[in-house]
Every structure is written in C-alpha cells, then in structure tokens.
C-alpha cells in the first residue's frame, strides 16, 4: 500500500450545537467518524493524506462544513453532494461534564453515502487504513449497509486495514437484535476494533472487557483495544493481552469526542509505526486533553 497516512474515515457529519459557559449556544460542525478525522489531521500533518467520505447537500450549509472540513486539512474531494439533501444537526446538553444529544436528521444526505456504488469504491481505493463505526451503519438503510460492508472487505482484500468503533446508539436502530448483528457483521471484517466497554456491557451484556475482547477476537478481529473511560484500557493483539492506566483527569468538563479523539490518536500512532502499546498511550493523551474542555473539536497538543 503506497503512500503513508493514507487515511479514510467513512460515515455522517452533522451540524452541532454546542453549550457555552454562558449558556448560549456555539455551531460547530462534528460527527464521529469526522472527529476522528479532524483529529487525525492534527495528529499527522503533512505526513498523512486523511479524507473524509460521506454525502451533503447542495445548500449552503453544507458549502460551509465542506469549506470547514478542507480548512482542518480533512480532504473532501470523494464527498457527494446531493441537491435535495442536506446535513442533519444535532444539539449538546452536559450535565456534570456528561453528554446528552437530541437529533434532527430526516434529510441528511449521509443517509445516502452508500447510494452510488462506484462513487464509494473509488473512495475507499489505495488507503492504507479506513475507519467506520456503528453509527455510520446505523443511519444507512440495510441494502446501503450490505453495500458499505461488502466494498469495504473488498478494500481490505487489497491491503487496507479496515478499523471498526462499534459506537452503538440503540436510538438509531429499529430494535438491538438488527444493530447486534450488524455490529457483529462489521467486526467480520475489520482488522482492529475500538468499542468502549460500558456500550459492549449494556447491548451486549458483557461481563468485563476481557469478555469483550474474546467476543470480537472470535469473530477474525486481529487487534482489539477496549475503552473504558477513566478505567483501565484492555486490549489484545493476536495471542497477546495487555492494559493501560490512563492518567487521572482532574477535571472533566465535556466527554463529547472522548473516544473519537481516542481513536485519532491511536490510529495516527499505528500509521508512524509505533506499538500498539505506545498508540494506547497516545490516544489516551489526547482524549484526556479533549475532556477537559467543551465541544467535540478543541485545541490541543499533539
């Protein structure tokens, strides 16, 4: 696989509104798989080429979260835009630094990112890595997440590494028995898998994150790395199982993009060739830089 950093986070970016300490509210433009990409970005500067995949509309908020997007050095060049279509928006509530968020999406474009099959494979051709999530399956429709899943092995059949963050919103599926197998069909053909254990535990039942790495290790998943929030980070690599401590967080103040800053940094680590022991560490660094400040998109040091 030629060029390193060649990066590809697929799913929806959406319109946030964000509290401030005064009350009001800041728009900003956030999304899971897209924070990771912007974080990515940071992470790996004129080292990596990140991209963003997903559909918009042809109205000019969306015009502006492209013009964002290109501005944090995410490319958008494989972006659809769909001219009945827009963005969806969703807003922020914290209470004692923990997030709530309500949804307005009916019309989201990235409903339809998997729509035109071609436009997708030409998306996901020559990357080194491709990131998706629960929620990017989620808002597809089951033919579109049949099409998504079935480009992306064949991405991963040609050398990709196919990364997976399970990110499970029961409120997105029809009932927990289509999102179970839907996550369980996505582990099939990802190469490392980053759920977070209180999500695991609650839709799946989970005991403890061991449990949750024999789980998707069963399923042909090589790395696995299980977030925990202040807790101790479980992870395997093939026979190997090992923790991580992250450092005490003294004070949180917004968990919003806590694994999906997690994630960028891991993931950049991995595209330096560092071990997955030091990427923990990394991700770790900067998902606790992210907590301590309000927003899904902050400044930080990397």
Known sequence: MSGQGRFVSIGECMVEMAPRADGAYQRNFAGDTFNTAWYMAKALGEEGAVEYFTAVGADEIS???LAFMAQSGVGTSAIRRLPERTVGLYMI???NGERSFSYWRGQSAAKLLAEDRAALAAALA????????????????A???T?????IETARDRGARIVFDPNMRARLWPNGET????????GRVADIVLPSFDEEEREFGDADPAVTLRRYQGLGVDTVVVKNGAGAIHAAVGPEHLTFQPAVVTEVVDTTAAGDSFNAGFLSALLRG????????AGSRLAAQV?????ALVEVSV
């Open 179 to 186: 999102m179970r197998d839907a996550i369980t069909a996505a």
């Open 147 to 151: 099409v998504l899943l079935k480009e």
């Open 143 to 145: 033919e579109h997440r």
């Open 291 to 295: 907590v301590g400040q309000r927003g």
């Open 126 to 141: 020559d990357r080194e890595m491709i990131l998706f999530s629960g929620i990017t399956l989620a808002v597809l429709s």
């Open 63 to 65: 015009t502006r979260m």
């Open 93 to 95: 509530e914290l209470v």
């Open 274 to 281: 560092e071990r997955v022991a030091e990427a923990i560490a």
